[in-house]
């Protein structure tokens, strides 16, 4: 059985920063890119950032470039989202998913945790 489990969702004030970590469990880890999803009700899901299997390739929407990092530790079959400088748009439920290639497609993902910034 492959699972993908994220946290480090919580609540956070406005400029704040969380760090999200997705372990995956069952799977080929180094063999996947991975990607962070954020998921809103009543919008399509949002591909948020992506990385390559090694970490030479890193990829991030316009909206999060310079506030959030992602890396990986293949070691811990685990991938990191540093989000820095949080603001009320970044409010969703953030979910990872193991990919053949950054924006190949999801085989795998998990149920997400979430992000709530407010004051």
């Known amino acids: 059985q492959i699972d993908l489990m994220e946290s480090g969702g919580d609540l956070a004030q406005p400029g704040g920063s969380l760090r999200l970590s997705c372990v995956g469990d069952?799977?080929?880890?180094?063999?996947?890119?991975v990607s962070w999803y954020r998921q809103v009700p009543g919008k399509e899901d949002e591909r948020v950032s992506c990385?390559?299997?090694?970490?030479?390739?890193?990829y991030y929407i316009d909206s999060v470039k310079g506030r959030f990092t992602i890396s990986r530790d293949n070691a811990k079959n685990t991938v990191y989202l540093q989000m820095d400088n949080l603001n009320p748009d970044d409010t969703a439920n953030y979910y990872c998913a193991a990919e053949q290639r950054c924006g190949a497609g999801r085989d795998y993902w998990g149920q997400g945790t979430q992000v709530t910034v407010s004051s």
């Open positions: 990385i390559s299997p090694t970490d030479e390739r890193k």
């Open positions: 069952g799977i080929a880890w180094p063999y996947y890119a």
